[in-house]
C-alpha cells in the first residue's frame, strides 16, 4: 500500500489558519467566561477591600509619573502643530479650542490607557504569569480560596477606578502644557487660550473621554489577568504572555474606543 501524499502549501495554510480561528474562539470564550467569574466574585461576601486598595495605589499611584508625562508633551506637541496648520487659515489664536476638544474627548483618554495598559498590564502578567508557573495559584484553589476573588477582581476594581482620574488628571496637564506652548511659541495670552477652551469644550465632550475610560481600565486589568492565568512554559512563558497581554490590551483600546464612540454619539 502506497503512503499518502504529503499535504501541500494550500493546505498547510489552510490548516494554520483553522488551528489559528480555533485558538481565537476558545481563547475568546474563556476570557468571557472570566469576565463572568469577576462579576460573580463582586457580588460575594468576602469583599477584598484591603487588596482592592494596595492595587489601586499600585496601579493608580505609580502610574502618575508617565501619564503626565506622556500628556504634557503630548499637549505641548498637540499646540504647535494645530498652532503651524490654523496660521494658513488665519485662526492661530485658537490654538486651545482644538487642543481642549481633542484631549477631552479621546488623547486623554487613549494615551493615558495605553500608557498604564503597557505599564500595569505587563505588571499584572508578569505578577499572575510567575504565581501560575510557580503552583501558588493551585495552592490558593487548595485552600479552597477563589483566585478569581482574590487575585483578578482586586486589580479590575483597582484599574476601573484609576483610569478615570489619571485621565482628568492628563487632561489638566495636557491643556497647561499646551498653554505653555502656545505662549511662547505663538504669543497666545494664557487668558485667551483658557477662555477658547472653556467656550468650545462642553460637558459633554468632557464625558465621552472620562465613561470610555471605566471601560478601559476594566480591559486592561481583565487581559493581564487573562494572560498571566493562562501561562505556561515557565520563565520564557512568562515573557511570552507579558508581550501577549501589552500587545492584546493595546489593540482593545482602540476597537474598544471605536465602538464606544458610536455608542456615545448614538446615545
Known sequence: MSAAPDEGPPERVLGEVGDRAIGLLDASGEFALLVVATA?????????????????????????TIVLITALFTGMVLALQT????????????????????????????LTALMVGGR??????????????????????????????????????????ALPILTVLANVLGIAGGMLLARAQFSIDPSFYLQTITSTVQMDDFLSGIFKTFFFGALIAWVGCFAGLRTTGGTVGVG??????VVGASIGILVVDFFLTQLWVLL
Open 120 to 161: 500595569v498590564g505587563a505588571g499584572i502578567t508578569a505578577e499572575l504569569g510567575s504565581m501560575r508557573v510557580t503552583e501558588q495559584i493551585d495552592a490558593i484553589r487548595s485552600m479552597g480560596a477563589d483566585p478569581v476573588q482574590k487575585l483578578v477582581l482586586p486589580r479590575v476594581l483597582a484599574a476601573t477606578l
Open 240 to 245: 511570552r504572555a507579558t508581550t501577549r497581554a
Open 83 to 110: 498652532g503651524i496648520a490654523l496660521a494658513r487659515f488665519g485662526a492661530k489664536p485658537y490654538v486651545g479650542s482644538v487642543v481642549g476638544l481633542s484631549l477631552a474627548r479621546e488623547l486623554g483618554p487613549v
Open 40 to 64: 460573580r466574585a463582586a457580588l460575594r461576601s468576602r469583599f477584598p477591600a484591603l487588596e482592592t486598595l494596595r492595587q489601586l495605589e499600585a496601579i493608580g499611584a505609580r502610574s502618575t
